[in-house]
């Protein structure tokens, strides 16, 4: 079964500055999706950013970019000129892409970042 | 597009008494839509998958004579906490997927029950 995994319960970031949220997984597929969510106090589940295993580029969403490391099962979000709004919980996901594979997805547990003024 | 709505947003029921949630996918066909429940300050926890016109799938733990899940159409979906306890008191969260890769959430249900 696959697993994710956050080691980073927290973490805190000055506005404008940069943060670096830590995701490692494991799994024998070869073929895959990684997301990151966020979930701020609303606790509606927002999708940051998504990156196919088979793409080698990282993905990058304005401000939001990914390293997507397969062979150390690596999947970081790096977070450009924080914003207040940018507080929340982010997780880490993984999603399965072989024909006849499930489409559910594991979380992390999940990191909570807040950013100071 | 790939709005998801949940109704109720929040609800309080007394121990015993059942409660029902939808999940509707208001712009799109879902041909997959999952249940999670998350307590306060940890992560999701996949309940179930429910596909339109079949059984659902039940997560090992899940008790599925408890936690009823119908998929009637490829737009609703309902989960009826029966006979809920205080222990069932928790935030309940749908997610519809349609052909493609994401999954798109709803905004959540808080369940209290007292």
């Known amino acids: 079964a696959q697993t994710v995994t956050q080691s980073q319960p927290e973490m805190s970031v000055q506005e404008a500055e940069t943060v670096t949220l830590s995701c490692t997984y494991d799994?024998?597929?070869?073929?895959?999706?990684l997301f990151w969510y966020k979930q701020p106090p609303s606790r509606q589940m927002i999708l940051v950013i998504r990156q196919e295993a088979y793409k080698q580029q990282n993905a990058t969403e304005n401000r939001f970019s990914v390293n997507f490391q397969k062979a150390a099962k690596s999947f970081s979000l790096k977070i450009s000129d924080s914003q207040l709004g940018d507080a929340a919980m982010y997780f880490c996901?993984?999603?399965?892409?072989?024909?006849?594979?499930?489409?559910?997805?594991?979380f992390g547990k999940g990191t909570k970042l807040t950013v100071n003024p | 597009g790939a709005v998801v709505s949940q109704h109720p947003s929040w609800v309080i029921c007394k121990s015993g008494t059942s409660v029902k949630i939808e999940c509707r996918s208001l712009d799109f066909q879902a041909t997959t839509m999952f249940w999670y429940r998350q307590f306060p300050k940890q992560s999701l926890m996949l309940m179930a998958t429910?596909?339109?016109?079949?059984?659902?799938?039940?997560e090992q733990g899940v008790e599925k004579d408890k936690f009823l899940i119908n998929h009637a159409s490829l737009t609703l979906s309902t989960l009826t906490v029966t006979s809920a306890h205080p222990e069932d008191s928790s935030f309940y969260i749908c997610?519809?997927?349609?052909?493609?890769?994401?999954?798109?959430f709803g905004p959540g249900t808080r369940l209290t029950v007292t």
């Open positions: 799994t024998s597929e070869s073929d895959y999706y």
């Open positions: 997610s519809a997927h349609r052909d493609g890769v994401e999954q798109y």
């Open positions: 429910s596909n339109e016109g079949s059984k659902a799938t039940y």
């Open positions: 996901a993984y999603r399965s892409d072989f024909q006849g594979g499930s489409e559910k997805l594991v």
